[in-house]
């Protein structure tokens, strides 16, 4: 199963959020077994890259960055992308961006905890809670 994770959820990870570390944990050690492809929309990169520099010291957000680069496959982004973004009717303009580039990346769905940011999507949209719960029935 092929799954965009947004922002938020990496987040939650990385920054060890509670409680919300606890599903975005068990997900991403899914990818790293291998029973998710996880993918990161590319524009989610370098927000990610500078909010760590700004919560961790600086060799912690590189290593941190490196680790999630070398795990997830990453959407990209391109004019096809933000053309579709632009007219999508999407509230944020950041979240249809997500959403395209995880379309055109051919992703069977996303995972998120603000799934009202995803309102009219035709891709399946899962809370980590919802996602994880799939996996175990499976």
């Not at 993918?39 to 520099?53: I, M």
């Not at 303009?93 to 997500?98: G, L, N, Y």
Request: glycine share 6%; net charge negative; aromatic share 8%.
């Amino acid at each position: 199963m092929k799954i965009l994770f947004d922002l938020n959820v990496v987040l939650d990870l990385l920054l060890e959020r509670e409680p919300f570390v606890i599903h975005a944990g068990a997900l991403t050690g899914e990818v790293e077994k291998g029973r998710l492809h996880g993918f990161l929309c590319a524009t989610s990169v370098t927000t990610l890259a500078y909010l760590l520099s700004r919560a961790l010291p600086r060799n912690e957000a590189q290593v941190a960055l490196e680790q999630m680069l070398a795990l997830f496959e990453i959407a990209p982004v391109d004019s096809r992308v933000l053309h579709q973004a632009m007219k999508s009717g999407f509230s944020d303009f950041e979240d249809a961006v997500q959403y395209f580039s995880a379309v055109h990346a051919g992703v069977d769905g996303l995972v998120t905890r603000n799934g009202r940011d995803f309102q009219g999507a035709e891709l399946p949209v899962y809370t980590p809670e919802e996602l994880w719960s799939i996996l175990q029935l499976n």
